[in-house]
């Protein structure tokens, strides 16, 4: 599907109906990380549809979590939302009941600038963890947001802008395509950069990984992700398609390992594209299952570059590394081996060295919870998506690659790892990120200078 989707400008205001605003309103505080004191950096922004929109979301699982993503993970139930109110510079976590009261009004707020009911309008934040917000500052960006409404690509760009924190750069995209002669768009921000190990849910319930279970669908620097379709498409089949978009790109992500306590996955879909009304029930009708099975794809596509993106732009991050692990008894075995992998300090800052030790490796292969037979393990490295591997381990033993050739296979700045257990037939795909002195020294601040501590 990928070759049908056209590239366009706008992210999130391409769609039809969609408008957007960032300001700057001074949200961040002293103390609230290097990553937040920008300037004059915009940091409140706005994203509204012209009309009552379908909602789906995805939350963090952290059992600490914002009371944005709180009131979020309920107003999503009811199906219909219009609008979202996103800042950088302060989580509103661990803020008590006068987060949840702050998070509350922002809502009212919003609603009452935008003349929209108050129940539709949605939360998202990002920041320093444990500090209470500048409403006073937040009422006057709302306000000020909501009269600078646009659809021009400057005002998504200006959205991107808001939500930043340890980012360098905003994250954003746009694609077009045809659903039944209609002309359909998926647009999206995103941020994040530290703090990157999502594991978003639906219902921010975490199951227990079943021996054969498929790629995690539900439940499962801070990530957001802001995503508009004019597609018209049923609550209950937009929940399914986030969460299987979700599944199989920002819950296979990591730069440093620790899940946020704001990660939130919001879409918004507000049908004005005209198209016949998609719902799951229809899979089996041709034409209705073949535009279902079309807006999936676009909608995996579009949430697959955004969550590479995060990586790419992770904090520190000079090499982006695809761990590819294959010939596990499971899935949940083929996930945990990924991860133990992509995560393991020593497998990241020998990325960073360029070093192909497959010692580190096989070593982080084997404390994971995956089932691992030594003899059986292979473990080589190719250029992103080659199916020429160059082998550093074959069954448990080293091969006879060069040194200097591994070298060179691990020198470039993004490259596949390639692990085989040989055990069954699942397999799992992490994209991750090196570890490098530029991470430590960005994270680890100064407490003699607030200024310079981390989110």
Not at 216 to 244: K, S, V, Y
Not at 306 to 314: K, N, P, S
Not at 323 to 330: D, E, P, Q
Not at 393 to 417: I, M, P, Y
Request: aromatic share 4%; with cysteine; hydrophobic share 45%.
């Amino acid at each position: 599907m990928k070759e049908q989707l056209k590239n366009i400008r706008g992210s999130i205001t391409a769609p039809c109906g969609f408008r957007a605003a960032g300001v700057f309103c001074d949200i961040k505080r002293l103390g609230t990380g290097k990553g937040s004191n920008k300037g004059a950096k915009r940091d409140l922004a706005l994203i509204v549809s012209e009309v009552p929109a379908t909602v789906a979301g995805m939350f963090t699982t952290n059992q600490v979590c914002a009371a944005p993503v709180k009131l979020c993970a309920e107003r999503v139930k009811k199906g219909t939302a219009q609008a979202i109110v996103a800042y950088s510079g302060n989580a509103d976590a661990c803020t008590g009941a006068q987060g949840l009261r702050d998070a509350l009004a922002m809502t009212q707020l919003a609603a009452k600038e935008l003349h929209l009911p108050a129940a539709h309008v949605l939360v998202g934040s990002t920041g320093r963890i444990g500090m209470s917000l500048p409403m006073t500052n937040v009422k006057r960006g709302i306000a000020e947001a909501a009269s600078m409404l646009g659809q021009a690509p400057e005002h998504a760009a200006a959205v991107a802008e808001a939500i930043m924190t340890s980012d360098t750069q905003p994250k954003q995209i746009a694609v077009e395509f045809e659903l039944s002669g209609r002309t359909v768009r998926i647009g999206g921000v995103c941020k994040g950069a530290g703090m990157i190990q999502p594991g978003l849910s639906g219902t921010r319930a975490r199951p227990p990984a079943a021996p054969n279970a498929r790629p995690p669908r539900g439940p499962h620097a801070t990530m957001l992700c802001f995503l508009t379709t004019d597609a018209a498409i049923e609550a209950g089949t937009l929940q399914a398609a986030l969460q299987e978009a979700v599944a199989n790109s920002f819950n296979r992500i990591t730069v440093d390992g620790d899940m946020s306590t704001n990660d939130t996955v919001l879409a918004l879909a507000n049908g004005l594209a005209g198209n016949r009304r998609l719902r799951a029930m229809s899979r089996n009708a041709s034409v209705a299952g073949a535009d279902l099975a079309r807006f999936q794809s676009a909608l995996n596509q579009v949430a697959v570059e955004l969550a590479q993106m995060i990586v790419r732009d992770g904090e520190g991050v000079s090499r982006f590394v695809t761990v590819r692990v294959a010939g596990a008894k499971t899935f949940a075995d083929a996930d945990a081996a990924a991860r133990a992998v992509a995560n393991s300090a020593l497998v990241k800052t020998s990325w960073h060295g360029g070093d192909p030790n497959w010692g580190r490796i096989i070593g982080a292969l084997g404390y994971s919870p995956a089932k691992v037979v030594e003899e059986k393990v292979d473990i080589g490295y190719s250029a992103p998506g080659s199916r020429q591997v160059l082998y550093s381990l074959q069954r448990g033993q080293a091969s006879q690659a060069t040194f200097k050739a591994l070298c060179a296979a691990v020198d470039a700045k993004e490259f596949d790892l390639h692990i085989n257990l040989n055990l069954g037939n699942a397999s799992a795909r992490i994209y991750a990120a090196d570890l490098t002195e530029a991470y430590v020294d960005f994270n680890k601040g100064d407490v003699s200078d607030p200024a310079s501590l981390g989110g």
